[in-house]
């Protein structure tokens, strides 16, 4: 098995991921994974380590590394004399956001029947609609805060009353198009900003000075839960900060907060992850409201894996459980009867 | 705009698409579609329309016709002396079942960027797995029958204790491992016959002689909904009864029901397919309990795409408003302000 991390793809979150690959390379010195970049034109490129830069992946000279074509069981590159093949491989996906986070990125890798660490196409539908993340939380008994979505096309009118409220484009991550609005007056323009980036947006009561707690995890032999990261930050964490902490590599270490919440905090995890997340490495966001736990969010693809939220992330990027899908058999028993029957 | 009808796919509903792609050449024979397969090892191939039966797949020789491969948007053939290429395309995705309706195969098409008449991914993830249909039609107000829900390695409690149940796989259709369970001894056999198919498995119970209806429908610039159906059958509609229900093209009579009744089915239809499900063309199928209206399931890509409900399908097919995805732009402002601050 050759890792391979995947990064790049059509997203805002194009650059961070980018970032994101460069960090993680600094946390897998030992495993010395391929780099494949997927740019903004659809294509795929083999990038050499020591090209691992970012100022390589903006002033284009990526373009200049080994091209990279989808085909059964892994990636190949053609050659006028041949073709070289990638495969083999056990694929990280790495792409943040739009098509890495949506199912669509697994969804390739699963049709090439090419392994890879990654939320599968359930859990990328229910971790990237901010909407269905709710239901999906209720359904398996974890709370949220209340919401309403609202649509390009529809009307504004707000059951919440009671202000600040946080307007966000309803799967978009990273604080992209994201407004608090303390006053009725400011609310058509955090609209139309959010609008700006998606058709559907969701509106939540904004708590300010509420407590978050940040959770990882993800499904080896067992589940494994990360270190609890408390994140410092102001009212909402910017794209510029947020940008800063994809490239964070160092280990937390463990906050401290009571053995209660702490249980908590790893049973809202758990209730989340098992079983529809096995395969990937989420990161949970949860806010403590009146002592009680609520989801935040779903980050399903988290910046440079939350490496720094476990204390010995390479081994368990290599134990994470891939779960094979049953395959279904092709047969023509159907057809071949009726041509009996024909004679 | 070339109409091109996608078909065959790995599921066990591969012959199923196959008689679904024939039966739609019979009712598109003005359009003169392309016909493309897609066969067991993930090759595409261009199918003449004279080649457009069954033994041909069968046996085999399919395999003479042009070989396709997916490209930024569309399909290419490859020759010895260059490309001819396939594009301009509005694709038909008739795969039922496995990669057509689990969200792959439109996955694959968004990805190269392809126009395509297909439930879109999350409307397919949430029709393929009937515990998530449940929650989903939960959420917009359209009543369903309790269930509950197994695991392959879980244990095997019910909590429903009134016999019959029908036992199926969580996200199989055409009846495929499905069964009727009278009584408690029965109760293994069933759940070993689903899970041959499938790691987890639906119970629910079961209504002799329920009443049932089927309506169809898809968004041109307006919701159309289909004439209503009162399905036939025995107890369990049989993979060979459905086969043959997979080749029907005749147009079927409006069937005599009370006006209320055919409003409650046309309101629920709607709360399931709008705005999730635009794009499409499915077929609900509904139960009626003490006139009340219950959805059973969504097909998302229904045989021959239940061509027979309506009576003008070509038209509709024509005029189904397929909604273009916004994309995300990529830029490299952040990577660029960094380099220029170090000068």
Redesign the interface.
């Known amino acids: 098995m050759n890792l391979a991390i995947l990064f790049g793809g ?3 979150e ?2 961070i991921s ?2 994101s690959a460069i960090t993680l390379k600094k946390s897998l010195s030992k495993e010395n994974p391929l780099f494949i970049f997927l740019d ?3 294509n795929f490129y083999l990038i050499s380590p020591e090209n691992m830069v ?2 390589n ?2 002033n284009g000279d990526y373009k200049k590394e080994k091209k990279l074509e989808l085909t ?1 069981s892994g990636f190949q590159h053609k050659t006028f004399f041949g073709k070289e093949m990638f495969n083999n491989l056990k694929v990280v996906n790495l792409i943040h ?3 890495g986070e ?3 990125i697994i ?2 890798l ?4 090419i392994k890879a660490i990654s939320p599968n ?2 859990a990328s ?2 971790s990237f ?1 901010k909407g ?1 993340t709710k ?2 939380a209720e ?1 398996v008994g974890v709370k949220t805060l209340s919401y309403q979505i609202f ?1 390009i096309n529809g009307k504004r009118k707000l059951n919440i009353i009671e202000f600040p409220i946080i307007v966000k484009p309803l799967s978009l991550g990273s604080s992209i198009g994201v407004s608090v609005v303390t006053k009725l007056s400011d609310l058509d323009y955090a609209f139309d900003t959010a609008f700006e ?3 559907n947006l969701i509106v939540e009561p904004f708590i300010k000075d509420v407590k978050e707690f940040n959770v990882a995890g993800a499904f080896t032999d067992k589940l494994v839960i990360s270190n609890i990261e408390e994140p410092q930050k102001g009212e909402i964490l910017d ?2 900060t947020k ?1 800063m902490d994809f490239s964070r590599g160092q280990t937390l270490e463990t906050i401290d907060i009571s053995k209660d919440l702490e249980k908590q905090l790893f049973e809202n995890f758990e209730k989340i992850y098992m ?1 529809k997340f096995i395969g990937s490495l989420i990161r949970c966001d949860f806010f403590l409201i009146n002592d009680e736990v609520y989801l935040n969010e779903i980050n399903s693809i988290p910046g440079s894996l939350a490496n720094y939220l476990f204390t010995d992330f390479p081994n368990l990027l290599n134990s994470i459980e891939i779960p094979q899908p ?11 009867k ?2 009996r029957a024909k004679g």
């Open positions: 059509i997203s805002y194009h650059e980018i970032v903004s034109k659809n970012a100022v992946f903006s059964n956001g739009g098509q949506d199912g669509t969804s390739l699963e049709f090439y029947k196409r359930e539908v229910l609609n269905l239901i999906f359904s649509n980036f998606e058709d794209f510029d940008y079983p049953k395959t279904a058999s092709v047969s023509y028993k159907y057809i071949d009726i041509q």
